[in-house]
DNA sequence: GACCATCTTATTGTCCGACAATCCGACAGG
DNA sequence: CCTGTCGGATTGTCGGACAATAAGATGGTC
C-alpha cells in the first residue's frame, strides 16, 4: 500500500522553538542586528527550560540566523553571511565529491554572466573596488597565497559590482573550492599570473566601459584560461575538491 | 590603529565537540549511514555534560550532517540534500531581498550550461526520467501548483542529467524562489504552459541528440520567455523573493 | 526457518537546580 | 576623554532526574 497517511507531526520543543524564531526573523518582525532575550527571558515566554531554548538557539547559529558580536555574549539577529553560505555550500559540494572539472563547468556558466551584470550596472565605487583588486593582484607581491586570495577578491569584487545578491552568495563557495587547485596552478604555471593579469584588465575595462558583451566574452576567455592551466599545472580534472577542514561554526 | 592582535580563540565546549564530530565526517572516517554512538556515550568519551553534547548535535543536525531515520530516535551520519542546502540557500536570499528579476539573472547565466552539460553526459535513464518529467507537465492536468511542481521537476532532471553535482545544488533553490511567482505567471498567462511545453519538448530532443549547442539556445530562449512572462502577467521584475515560511528543521 | 506479538531495556526529550567565568554597564578618578 | 574598579546579569557547563518511546531481545506460531 502507498503512503495514505502522513506520520502527525509531532515535533520536539526545541524544533518548535527555533521555528518560531526562524519564522519572525524570516517575516521581519525581527530586524537584524537587534538583540535577542536572555536565555532565562525566551525560557520564561516559551514556558520551557532553557536547556531546551539553547538546543533550539543552537540550530539559529549555525544557520546564520543569529550571531555574536567579537567577543560578545549576547545573541543578536544577523543575516547568513557569505562566508556561513560558503562555508555550508562548499562542504556539502566535498561530501557529494564534488571534481575540479564541476566547479570549473560551473564557473564557466556563471562568471560571463556575472560580468555581464557587472558591466550594465557597476557603481562608481564598485568599480574601484574592481580596479583595486586587480591591481592588487598585478602587484604580483607575495605567496602563492596571497595571490589566491586576490584573484578571489577580484572576482568577488564583480559579483558586488552586478549588485545580484545570488551572484554575491554563489560566488563565494566556488571560489573556496577553487582555492587550492589554484594556488597549484599558480605555482607551477609560470605564465599564469601574467595571463591572469592581463584578462582582469581587459575585463575592468569593459566594466568601466559598460560593455556587457565584451565583459562576458573576455571572462569566458579567462575560465577557459583556468581549464588550460589545469592541464599544464598536471592536475587531474577528476581530482575532488577537499574541503579544508576549516572551521566553520 | 589597525587591529595588530587577534583574540586568542577560546572556543565553547559545544563548539568544540561539534567541529570533532564535523571533521571526521569531512574526512570520511564517519560514513554516511552509519549510526552515531548514543548521547550518553558521546559525553563520556568527550568528558562533557550530555546537555553540551546535545547542543553540538543540534548545529549538526541543522547543518545536514546528522540526521534520523523517519519517526527514529538515533542518529545517523548523513550529507546535506539538495533540500537542506535549498532550503539555506533560498531563505539566506530571501533574507538579502533577493528579487525576482536577480533569481531570474541566475537562472538566465547558469541553464544554458546545465543543458549543455546534460545533452553532453545524459545517461539512458536520465533521459528517460527528463522525457517523463515532460510528459507529465504536457499532460496539462491539475492545479497551477501541481503544473509549478512538473516545470521544476523538469529543471531538476535537466540538472540530474548533466552529473554534475555542483548544478544540482544550485538548481534547487534558483527554482524554490521562482515557484510562487512562476505559479502567477501560468495561472495569468494563457499561452504559458504552451510555450513552456514547446520549449521542453526541444530541449529534450537536444539532449536526446546529444547536441549541447541547441540545448544551450533553446534554454536560452526558454528562460529570456520567463522574462516576457513576468511582464504579460505584470509581475513587477522588483518584486521580492519572499521566503514562504516553511518549516526548514 | 520465517514471521509475528510481547516484553525489557536503552535512549531521547525535557525538566530542575546549581555554580564559575566573564561580559556589561555604571561609576569614580586622573 | 581615557582608565580602573565593582556589582549584577548572562552564558557555559555541570549533575541528576523522569516520562515517553524506539530498539532490541524473547518466545510463540505457521
Known sequence: METMFE???????????SEAIRSRILRRELL?????PTETELARQFEVNRSTVREALRKLE??????RRRGGKR????????????????????LHRARVVDVWEALQAVQPGIAAAAAERRSAE????????AQRFAARKGTRELA??????????????????????????????????????IDRVPQARA?????QKQIVVAVKARDAKTAAEWMARHVRDFRRGYEVAGIPLSTEVGEDLDVVS
Chains 1, 2 share one sequence.
Request: hydrophobic content about 50%; overall charge negative; glycine content about 10%.
Open 32 to 36: 537584524e542586528g537587534q538583540p535577542l
Open 62 to 67: 549555525s544557520n546564520g540566523l543569529l550571531g
Open 7 to 17: 506520520p502527525l507531526g509531532y515535533a520536539p520543543a526545541y524544533l518548535r522553538v
Open 195 to 199: 595571463r591572469i593579469e592581463s584578462a
Open 75 to 94: 545573541l543578536y539577529v544577523t543575516h547568513p553571511t557569505r562566508e556561513t553560505i560558503g562555508g555550508g555550500l562548499s562542504q556539502a559540494l566535498a
Open 148 to 185: 589566491v586570495g586576490n584573484v578571489a577578491a577580484f572576482f568577488d569584487a564583480l559579483g558586488e559590482a552586478g549588485a545580484n545578491p545570488v551572484f554575491t552568495l554563489l560566488n563565494e563557495p566556488l571560489l573556496r573550492l577553487l582555492k587550492p587547485s589554484l594556488a597549484v596552478i
Open 126 to 133: 564598485a568599480l574601484a573596488q574592481l580596479e583595486a583588486a
